[in-house]
């Protein structure tokens, strides 16, 4: 049985920063695109960052330049550091695995294997 486990999440202060890690169990993950998503109240859950397996990465224009995906494949898991916070970026917070393996494919049916999520509060 595959698992992602989200952590991280918090409330922090316009401007500041957190990261998140995504720990995946059950197998591995190291040949397999994985992906962040967000989702705020009242809105459908939306693409934030992707990472291949050779760690070429995808952005949201919403948080380029300010959100960096990176993976750590000894040890099962994905990270997403997220600086210059902005209220907007309120929302729970999701990782993911690639159904279609190492793909660049963005939209969440084209992910799997979906964790419990992360909250994450920005005030302003």
């Known amino acids: 049985q595959v698992q992602l486990v989200e952590s991280g999440g918090g409330l922090v202060q316009a401007g500041g920063s957190l990261r998140l890690p995504c720990a995946a169990s059950g197998r591995t993950f190291a040949n397999y695109a994985m992906g962040w998503f967000r989702q705020a109240p009242g809105k459908e859950r939306e693409f934030v960052a992707l990472i291949r397996w050779n760690r070429a990465t995808v952005y949201a224009d919403s948080v380029k330049g300010r959100f960096t995906i990176s993976r750590d494949n000894a040890k099962n898991t994905v990270y997403l550091q997220m600086n210059s916070l902005k209220p907007e970026d309120t929302a729970v917070y999701y990782c993911?695995?690639?159904?279609?393996?190492?793909?660049?494919?963005?939209?969440?049916?084209?992910?799997?294997?979906w964790g419990q999520g992360t909250q994450v509060t920005v005030s302003s």
């Open positions: 993911a695995v690639n159904r279609w393996g190492d793909s660049s494919y963005t939209s969440t049916g084209d992910f799997g294997s």
